[in-house]
């Protein structure tokens, strides 16, 4: 039982952090004017190198987003092992 709690927080702590920053993300590539790749999403999150003295307009908020997705992963391994170690049990 403590196992899926702990799996449960870890999951939804790396879910709210991800999806914070998508929808940070999505209110800042509004303004954004220049960007470089495909998604203006992207670049907002991640961001770009800088070119002599133009500014790059961008929250560089890829390694919390990376850290958010881990997390999330994580907590779903864990409950995972535990569904699958009460389905055993069961059976």
Do not use: D
């Not at 390694?63 to 049990?89: A, D, H, N, S």
Request: net charge positive; proline share 1%.
């Amino acid at each position: 039982m403590k196992r899926t709690v702990i799996g449960g927080f870890i999951m939804l702590g790396g879910l709210l952090t991800t999806l914070t920053i998508i929808l940070c993300g999505t209110i800042y590539a509004i303004h954004i004017t220049a960007w470089s790749g495909k998604s203006k999403l992207w670049h907002a999150i991640f961001g770009a190198k800088q070119f002599g003295n133009e500014v790059v307009q961008s929250l560089f908020l890829g390694f919390p987003f990376i850290l958010g997705v881990i997390f999330t992963l994580i907590g779903l391994v864990i409950l995972g092992i535990e569904y699958y170690k009460t389905i055993e049990k069961q059976g």
